[in-house]
């Protein structure tokens, strides 16, 4: 059984930083792609980016390159996304997300529970 | 880049009518890499459909995808309660690209 698991809710200040992990069980870690989603509130889906763990490439929106990194550690079977320069609309429910194998990033069946992630002064 | 835009934002029905929920691209896209999501409050999206038309895993057969190039519909035949909820398209691939999500509310 597939799980993805996050780590807690976080209160930064605008202009800071944050990293969000999300550690899988049930299955290689390899053979899928992680991606990180994000929704503010209220407001839609949004991709942030994805890692092909299998191999250490990633893939950015263009909003979002230099200041999204993504990464993957194979030893733990731990995704990792940091945003920097945080503002308040960056206050939003991060996802991480698999997909359905190791070189697409979607479809999307299994999503982590999601972190709160609240930018505030 | 891609644009999906879904239509209506909101769609106001009763239990036991069809719901029709329009995805539409801004440019061409293949069937092959086109997805609808269920979310409802305080949940993550599931899966509901991929390849524009198959069915996920566990959906049950009163929610029907189809469509190509740049039009792609989600119907749902006979809302049930629990059908109550926001819906997402997406486009996938080497990269993922969202719909702004249609809301079905009881009328």
Redesign the interface.
Known sequence: QVHLVQSGPEVKRPGSSVRVSCKASGGSFTSYSI?W?RQAPGE????MG?ILPILGTT?Y??KFQGRVTITADRSTSTAYMELTHLRSDDTAVY?CVR?VDAY??????H????TLVTVSS | ?IVLTQSPDTLSLSPGERATLSCRASRRVSSS?L?W?QQKPGQ??R?LI?AASTR??GIPDRFTGGGSGTDFTLAINTLEPEDFAVY?C?L??????????TKVEIK
């Open positions: 991606n989603v839609g889906l949004e991709w994805g893939n929106p263009q996802h997909g697409n990033f979607g479809p999307n069946y999503w982590g529970q999601g | 880049e890499y997805a999501y993550a999206p899966l991929y996920a895993t997402h997406q996938f691939g080497d990269s993922l690209t969202f719909g702004g999500g």
